[in-house]
């Protein structure tokens, strides 16, 4: 049921593009975008509902492909500050809980 | 923004000890959770709780329990600390449900750092 993150880890130059996917396995009620720095708290991004609503972050944009059960995450222009590990949480079932995956490690260098 | 506080942000203590990590937000959120992460690993799902009386267990199984006598204090008992539970645990709140058409989701306090010795 653990959603399925790539790539596992990504390291850009300030300015590159860069673009991370959550699938999964079962259909999907919405998908969530946190990042977590070091030794903080996973912070939220953007969340993503059946229909194709998005709440979220301006300056990074995502996508959800309901029939094919994933999800991306586009960051354009990174900065320094986007380094951390982002994580997707999707919705299953009936509990309305999150399962997250294992993260995507990004790096962006000066 | 949600305020969730959580304390004691960093706790080491001895083996065979009971701990109790505590857990308070201001949102007013009926739905708490209490995940754990190992550092640089994914997020574990150990209890969560629809509101007041409501007590349930996660996708990973822990020693650990719950118990959410007032809607926004959602503590963690460790009866007996193993060095196995060495881990960050942390505790979030949303609204009910997720999905919902406004699109609700999870807010994290910062952590508490559990370290058994």
């Known amino acids: 049921q653990q959603p399925v993150q790539s790539p596992q880890a990504v390291i850009l130059r300030e300015g590159e593009d860069a673009v991370i996917n959550c699938s999964s396995s079962?259909?999907?009620?919405?998908v969530h975008w946190y990042r977590q720095k070091h030794g903080e708290a996973p912070v939220f991004l953007m969340i993503l509902l059946k229909g194709g609503e998005q709440k979220g972050h301006e300056k990074i944009s995502a996508s959800f492909n309901e029939k094919k059960q994933q999800s991306s995450l586009y960051l354009t222009a990174s900065q320094l500050s986007y380094s951390g590990t982002y994580f997707c949480g999707t919705e299953m079932g009936s509990q309305g809980n999150l399962i997250f995956g294992k993260g995507t490690k990004l790096s962006v260098k000066p | 923004e949600a305020d969730i506080y959580q304390t004691p942000r960093y706790l080491v203590i001895g083996t065979g000890k009971k701990i109790t990590l505590e857990c308070s937000q201001t949102m007013g959120h009926d739905k708490m959770y209490w995940y754990q992460q190992d550092p640089g690993m994914e997020l574990h799902l150990i209890h969560y709780?629809?509101?007041?009386?409501?007590?349930e267990k996660g996708d990973l199984s822990s020693e650990s329990t719950v118990s959410r006598i007032r809607t926004e204090h959602f503590p963690l008992t460790l009866e007996s600390a193993r060095p196995s539970h060495t881990s960050q645990y942390l505790c979030?709140?949303?609204?009910?449900?997720?999905?919902?058409?406004?699109?609700?989701?999870?807010?994290f306090g910062e952590g508490s750092w559990l370290t058994v010795v």
């Open positions: 979030a709140s949303s609204e009910y449900p997720l999905s919902s058409l406004t699109g609700n989701t999870i807010y």
């Open positions: 079962k259909a999907l009620y919405s």
């Open positions: 709780s629809y509101g007041v009386n409501s007590t």
